[in-house]
């Protein structure tokens, strides 16, 4: 079984920069993408950024040149460095790991982030 903790969200105010963690445990497991997500207040949860096992990054539109995502394969551990806030990235982000052999998805619990105007 696998376990995602995520951290680093917090209230910023817009234009400024926030740092999430997630960290991955448990039993043996290959980690193949790792990615982040992002809830809004009455909407869905939606993609904002992944990266590869081989450390390429896929962004949502709305986030490139702002967002990095970058991964530690030796801690299991997936970063979002978030720059230049604006108060619609205010939202619950989840990590979330994909494994291969077996092939499964899991979720961290989320981590808010609160960008004022």
């Known amino acids: 079984h696998v376990q995602l903790q995520a951290s680093g969200g917090g209230l910023v105010q817009a234009g400024g920069s926030l740092r999430l963690s997630c960290a991955a445990s448990g039993s043996r497991f290959n980690v193949n993408v790792m990615g982040w997500y992002r809830q809004a207040p009455g909407k869905q949860r939606e993609f904002i950024a992944l990266i590869g096992s081989g450390g390429r990054p896929d962004y949502v539109d709305s986030v490139k040149g702002r967002f990095i995502i970058s991964r530690d394969n030796a801690k299991n551990t997936v970063y979002l460095q978030m720059n230049r806030l604006k108060p619609e990235d205010t939202g619950v982000y989840y990590c979330?790991?994909?494994?291969?052999?077996?092939?499964?998805?899991?979720w961290g619990e989320g981590t808010l982030v609160t960008v004022s105007s």
């Open positions: 979330k790991l994909s494994t291969i052999n077996p092939t499964e998805d899991y």
